[in-house]
C-alpha cells in the first residue's frame, strides 16, 4: 500500500514538475533576474489537509530536479546542483521508483557539475525557501560537521528512572544529522492530543518521551497505537519517535513489546485513549512529581539530528519552518559568519482564541494580534517569563520571503527571568534533573548557563510557535504554589552555589 502510495505521488509528481518547467520557461523568457521564485509559495496549511501538504512536500522536494532542468536552460557555467543516489534522505523508498528516477534523471539531467562547497561566495541559488536542494544539503553537511547517530531501541536507567528509548520508532528509516531538524518534547498520555496538530506542522522527527508510571502504562500504550493506527494519516507513523519512562519504585506491571502490538491493528472504534480526565491518572492518583527536565533531557538525547527544537508538546511550530531555518544557516549570513559566541535560535511565542485557527503565516499572525484573537504567549499568566527582547518589534515587522535573525539578544537585564524556547544543538547546556514542572522555574537554571557561557539568541524573523488554541488565565493551586516555594529555596541554596563553581559568573546573569 505504501509502495503504490508512493508510486502515485512519485508520479503526481513527475506531472507537476513538468508543468512548473513548462511555467518556468515560459517565466524566465519574461522575467530574467536570477533567483526568482517562480514556485508559489504557498503556506497556508487552513483549507488544505495535512494529506494535501504531506504531498506538496514531497513534490517540492523535488525542484532539485526542475532546478537542474534550469539552470541548463539558462545554459550558467556553474550549477549547484548535486545528483547523489540517495533520492529521499529521510524515507525508505521502494526500489522500483528510486530505479525510475534516476532513470529519468539521465534523460533530462545534462549539467552536473561540482559546486565549489567551500567557496565563500558560493550563491545557492535557492527557488523555493520551504525546500531543501541537494546543494544546501551538502552545504550544510560541510558547516556543520556533525556526526550521524543510531536510532536503536534500548533499556537503559536514568538516575531512579527507567527509560525505554526509542520504544516505538518512527518509519523515516536512516537521517543524516544535518538533514533535517527534531522537535524534542515530553508528556504524560493524556497530553497526546496534540501529537497529530504538531506533526502536521512540523512535518519531520519528532522525539517524544512519555512519563507512563504504573498503571499510566496501558492507556499510553494504547494511545501509541491509536495515533499510529486510527488517525487517517501516516505522518505521525513517519515522524514520530516515542520514549517511554518512569521511576523505578512505579514499575508498571507489565510491558509489552512492541515488536509485537504493533503486528494487530489497533480497533479504531474505541474512543482515543488518552481522551481522558487528567485528574485520574495514576500519577496523579499517586501525587507524583512531573519530571519535566528527566523527560526534556531523555527526548533530546535520542534525537539524531544536530539541531533540535525542545520544547512543549502543546506549542505547534509555524509551517516550513525547517526548510526555511536550514536554508538561512546554509547561506550563512550576517549575523551568523561574524558572532563568534555560542548559539541558540529563540521562537516567538503566542496564544490563539479557543475558537479560531492556529495561524500560518507571521501575516495572518499579525491580522490576529490586531483583532486580539492572538496575544503574545502568557500575557495573563506571567507577562515576564516570555518578555522578549524587541517583542513589540518583532509584532510589528512584515514577514520577509527569506528566514533570518531579527535581533541578537541576551538574557541580561529586563531579560533576565526570559525562558526562551529555541532552536540549538546537543552542545547546549542540560535541563537540571532534580526540578519538577509543579515546582516551576524549572529551566532557569540552563538559562543562567547560556548566560554565563555569553550564549547569542538570535530571535528568528519569521518563525513562531503557537500554543494550543485556548487563552491561559492565571489560576492559583495553593499545593502548586507551597511545591514552587520549596523549588525556589533548593535552587537557590543548592543549584546556584554548584552552578557558580562549575560555571562561574558573569555580570548580568541571574536566575
Ligand atoms: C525528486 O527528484 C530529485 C532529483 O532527481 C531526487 O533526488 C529526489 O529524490 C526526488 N524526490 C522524490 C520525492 O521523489
Ligand atoms: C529499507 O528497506 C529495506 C527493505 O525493506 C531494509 O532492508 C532496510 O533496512 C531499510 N532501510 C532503512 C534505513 O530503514
Ligand atoms: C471494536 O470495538 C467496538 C466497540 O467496543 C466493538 O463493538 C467491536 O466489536 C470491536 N471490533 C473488533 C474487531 O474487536
Ligand atoms: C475529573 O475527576 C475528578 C476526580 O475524580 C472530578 O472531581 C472532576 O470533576 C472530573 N472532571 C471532569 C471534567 O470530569
Ligand atoms: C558574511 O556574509 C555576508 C553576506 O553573505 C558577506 O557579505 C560578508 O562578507 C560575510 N562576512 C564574513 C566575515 O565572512
Ligand atoms: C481576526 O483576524 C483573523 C485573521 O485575519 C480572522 O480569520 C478572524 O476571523 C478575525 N476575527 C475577528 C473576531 O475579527
Given at each position: 500500500?505504501?509502495?503504490?502510495?508512493?508510486?502515485?505521488?512519485?508520479r503526481v509528481s513527475?506531472?507537476?514538475?513538468?508543468?512548473?518547467l513548462l511555467y518556468a520557461a515560459m517565466h524566465l523568457s519574461v522575467n530574467t533576474a536570477p533567483g526568482v521564485e517562480w514556485i508559489p509559495i504557498?503556506?497556508?496549511?487552513?483549507?488544505?489537509?495535512?494529506?494535501?501538504?504531506?504531498?506538496?512536500?514531497?513534490d517540492v522536494r523535488n525542484d532539485t530536479e526542475m532546478r537542474s532542468i534550469e539552470s541548463s536552460v539558462r545554459n550558467l557555467e556553474e550549477s549547484t546542483s548535486q545528483k547523489t543516489t540517495s533520492t529521499m534522505p529521510t524515507t525508505n523508498k521502494t526500489a522500483s521508483s528510486t530505479a525510475s528516477m534516476v532513470d529519468i534523471e539521465k534523460k533530462i539531467s545534462a549539467v552536473p557539475s561540482d559546486a565549489d562547497i567551500t567557496n565563500e561566495t558560493l550563491d545557492l541559488d535557492v527557488v523555493d525557501e520551504n525546500a531543501l536542494s541537494e546543494a544546501t544539503l551538502t552545504r550544510l553537511k560541510c558547516l556543520l560537521t556533525c556526526t550521524d547517530k543510531d536510532f536503536?531501541?534500548?533499556?537503559?536507567?536514568?538516575g531512579e528512572f527507567w527509560v525505554l528509548?526509542?520504544?516505538?520508532r518512527a518509519?523515516?528509516?536512516?537521517?543524516?544529522?544535518?538533514?533535517?531538524?527534531t522537535y524534542t518534547t515530553h508528556a504524560g498520555f493524556e497530553f497526546l492530543d496534540n501529537v497529530l496538530p504538531l506533526v502536521e506542522r512540523w512535518m519531520a522527527?519528532?522525539?517524544?518521551?512519555?512519563?507512563?508510571?504504573?498503571?499510566?502504562?496501558?492507556?499510553t500504550v494504547d494511545s501509541i497505537r491509536y495515533l499510529r493506527d486510527c488517525t487517517g494519516n501516516e505522518l505521525i507513523r513517519q515522524y514520530v519517535t516515542f520514549h517511554i519512562f518512569f521511576p523505578n519504585k512505579h514499575i508498571p506491571s507489565k510491558i509489552q513489546d512492541p515488536e509485537k502490538f504493533l503486528l494487530t491493528p489497533y480497533n479504531c472504534t474505541l474512543k482515543p485513549p488518552y481522551d481522558v480526565n487528567s485528574s485520574t491518572t495514576y500519577m496523579k492518583e499517586k501525587s507524583l512529581l512531573y519530571p519535566v527536565n528527566v523527560a526534556r533531557n531523555i527526548a533530546r538525547d535520542a534525537a539524531v539530528t544536530h539541531f533540535i527544537l525542545p520544547s512543549d508538546i502543546e506549542l505547534y511550530p509555524s509551517p516550513n519552518l525547517i526548510p526555511r531555518f536550514l536554508n538561512m544557516i546554509a547561506r550563512n549570513a550576517k549575523p551568523l559568519n561574524t558572532s563568534t559566541k555560542p548559539r541558540v535560535f529563540p521562537i516567538s511565542i503566542f496564544e490563539v482564541d479557543a475558537k479560531v485557527q492556529v495561524p500560518s503565516t507571521k501575516t495572518e499572525l499579525q491580522r490576529m494580534l490586531?483583532?486580539?484573537?492572538?496575544?503574545?504567549f502568557h500575557k495573563f499568566v506571567c507577562p515576564n517569563c516570555h518578555n522578549i527582547p524587541q517583542g513589540l518589534q518583532w509584532m510589528t515587522a512584515p514577514e520577509t520571503s527569506q528566514m533570518g535573525v531579527f535581533h541578537v539578544g541576551k538574557r541580561h537585564g529586563k531579560y533576565v527571568h526570559w525562558e526562551p524556547i529555541f532552536i540549538g544543538t546537543h552542545q547546549d547546556p542540560y535541563y537540571d534533573e532534580r526540578l519538577s514542572w509543579e515546582g516551576k522555574k524549572d529551566k532557569m537554571t540552563q538559562g543562567y548557563v547560556l548566560c554565563v557561557k555569553d550564549y547569542d539568541f538570535m530571535i528568528l524573523n519569521n518563525a513562531f510557535l503557537t500554543h494550543k488554541p485556548g487563552i491561559k488565565h492565571y489560576v492559583k493551586n495553593p499545593k502548586r504554589e507551597a511545591i514552587a516555594g520549596r523549588q525556589t529555596n533548593f535552587v537557590k541554596n543548592v543549584i546556584m552555589p554548584e552552578l557558580k563553581k562549575l560555571f562561574g559568573t558573569r555580570s548580568g546573569c541571574a536566575l
Open positions: 500500500m505504501l509502495g503504490n502510495r508512493r508510486n502515485l505521488i512519485f513527475i506531472v507537476i514538475n513538468i508543468a512548473v504557498t503556506v497556508d496549511g487552513s483549507e488544505r489537509s495535512a494529506e494535501l501538504r504531506y504531498l506538496g512536500r514531497e536503536a531501541s534500548q533499556t537503559v536507567q536514568r528509548k526509542n520504544y516505538v518509519d523515516h528509516g536512516t537521517i543524516q544529522c544535518h538533514e533535517t531538524i522527527p519528532v522525539s517524544l518521551a512519555i512519563h507512563a508510571p504504573g498503571a499510566d502504562m496501558a492507556p490586531a483583532n486580539k484573537t492572538a496575544i503574545p
